[in-house]
């Protein structure tokens, strides 16, 4: 398959545990957050995403925690699975603004053992 | 409902030589966005646009345009390529609702050699 990224940071976890992958945004002006998911050989995949005015939202299996004072976001995958090895990527933009000029972070590999 | 399309899925190309790309959206959809994404740079975003309309553009030079169609379909073409235009190029159709999501295509591998 087609290679997304080199020298991403790997996360590596076993099949059954949870899944933590952090991303540090950079605007202060973003009050919408996006993960994507995006596996070999395919664009990214919506996940989930939150707007500022929440903490944390859910999803099945996901949760997005969201912390303003630090710029600091991160996604939760409870019971990862070998379908969940992917990369993924967070991304940020101005809440009613288009979804074009999406500001993406630089992905985070996620491989899941067996 | 069919997805983003993108064509053609891989290209190669000599420098100096320009290359078109093509996009189709979702139907309904009339904001498309287009994005290039390297090892080195990761996903970063071109230009968008509406209506057959230029809507944002990002840092990119000259070389990189776009044009939308009344269909909502768009290309975008690169002039003059150079080595490190190499890379995969996204595009992402959303409808007009400002909480709606951008859904992505697979892209179209682009080496320039």
């Known amino acids: 398959g087609e290679s997304v990224g080199l020298h991403l940071p790997t996360l590596s976890v076993q099949e059954g545990d949870n899944s933590i992958i952090n991303c540090a945004y950079s605007?202060?002006?973003?009050?919408?957050f996006i993960w994507y998911k995006q596996e070999s050989g395919k664009g990214p995949q919506f996940i989930i995403d939150?707007?500022?005015?929440?903490d944390k939202r859910q999803g099945q299996r996901v949760t997005v925690l969201l912390n303003k004072t630090v710029k600091h976001l991160s996604l939760q995958i409870a019971a990862t699975q070998p379908g969940d090895s992917a990369v993924y990527f967070c991304?940020?933009?101005?809440?009613?603004?288009?979804?074009?000029?999406?500001?993406f972070g630089k992905g985070t590999k996620l491989s899941v053992k067996p | 409902k069919a997805g983003v399309t993108q064509t053609p899925r891989y290209l190669i190309k000599t420098r100096g030589q320009q290359v078109t790309l093509s996009c189709s959206p979702i139907?309904?959809?009339?904001?498309v966005s287009w994005y290039q994404q390297t090892p080195g740079q990761g996903l970063q975003f071109l230009f968008e646009?509406?209506?057959?309309?230029?809507?944002n553009k990002g840092n990119f030079p000259g070389r990189f345009s776009g044009r939308q169609f009344s269909n909502s379909r768009s290309e975008m073409n690169v002039s003059t390529l150079e080595l490190g235009d190499s890379a995969l190029y996204l595009c992402?159709?959303?409808?007009?609702?400002?909480?709606?999501?951008?859904?992505f295509g697979q892209g179209t591998r682009l080496t320039v050699v």
């Open positions: 139907s309904g959809h009339r904001s």
């Open positions: 992402a159709s959303s409808s007009s609702d400002e909480s709606s999501q951008a859904f």
């Open positions: 646009y509406f209506s057959e309309t230029q809507r």
């Open positions: 939150i707007r500022s005015n929440m």
């Open positions: 991304a940020e933009k101005e809440y009613g603004g288009s979804q074009g000029n999406l500001i």
């Open positions: 605007n202060s002006a973003s009050d919408y």
